[in-house]
């Protein structure tokens, strides 16, 4: 069974520029998370989308968005890039349901991101 | 606002040790818990979880409980073998938004396990 895919796995980018990164979950998963890692803050919760609609956020600026289609898959976009955006970006999934379970999250290697 | 806070690392262990990595939580409500864990080169995935007080979790010999008296959730091994050398994570979700899948991560502590 495939793993949650993330590409891509390497980018550097300058500043003001934006970014698009992709996320292809577990086949069946409806849930697809994001989350920022960095050296100093850790990990920290971006969103969280199921069955398209954005159910979660986390205290991120609205440069951060993102967004899924309709077969689970899900993109997050960074606009007006500035060199504290350089992170390791992980995306997790996870079979989730309307009613909300405890289920185990799926992460994907990352998608690793240099803001020069 | 919730928080996880977890040993500092790193922990250097010889093989057959015993391990312990604290983890204390600050939270709203009744919050489910988890441990994750990071080997080199891989995503992160998931050990074990607990989804309420006095539960345990456990998973290739790891264990933790889930203490609400002591906000605590400590992760314990009883004898670490070299492939256990890894960054692992407490983390925890309280279900706001109606989603059990909005973590609050601790910083991670990595352990290392020598022969």
New interface residues.
């Given amino acids: 069974k495939a ?2 895919t993330q590409t891509p796995r390497y980018l550097i980018k300058t500043r003001g520029q934006q970014v698009t990164l992709s996320c292809s979950p577990i086949s069946g998963h409806r ?1 697809v ?1 994001w ?1 920022q890692q960095t050296p100093g803050q ?4 971006l969103f ?1 989308y ?1 069955s398209e609609t954005q ?2 956020k ?1 205290n991120f600026p609205g440069r951060f968005s993102g967004r899924q289609f309709s077969n689970s898959r899900s993109e997050m976009n960074v606009s007006t890039l500035e060199l504290g955006d350089s992170a390791l970006y ?1 995306c ?1 999934s ?1 079979r ?1 349901t309307l009613a ?11 998608s690793r991101l240099t803001v020069l | 606002g919730d928080s996880v806070t977890q040993m500092e690392g790193p922990v250097t262990l010889s093989e057959e040790a015993f391990l312990t990595i604290n983890c204390t939580y600050t939270a709203t409500g009744y919050p ?1 818990l988890f441990w ?1 864990v990071q080997y080199p080169g ?5 050990l074990l ?1 607990a ?1 309420k007080a006095d539960d345990k979790g456990s998973n290739k010999g790891f264990e933790a409980t889930y203490r609400k008296e002591t906000t605590s959730f400590h992760l314990e091994k009883g004898s670490v073998q070299v492939s256990d050398s890894a960054v692992y ?1 407490c ?1 925890l ?1 309280d ?14 502590t990595l352990l290392t396990v020598n022969p």
């Avoid at chain 1, 850790?42 to 919760?45: H, I, S, V």
Wanted: glycine share 24%; aromatic share 16%.
């Fill in positions: 793993g949650v849930s998370s989350y850790g990990l920290q919760f969280e199921f159910r979660n986390g992980l997790a996870s989730a909300g379970d405890v289920g185990e999250l799926f992460f994907g290697e990352g | 489910s994750y891989e995503g992160l995935q998931l979880k989804t994570f983390a979700s279900g706001s938004g109606g989603s059990n899948y909005k973590l609050t991560f601790g910083k991670g």
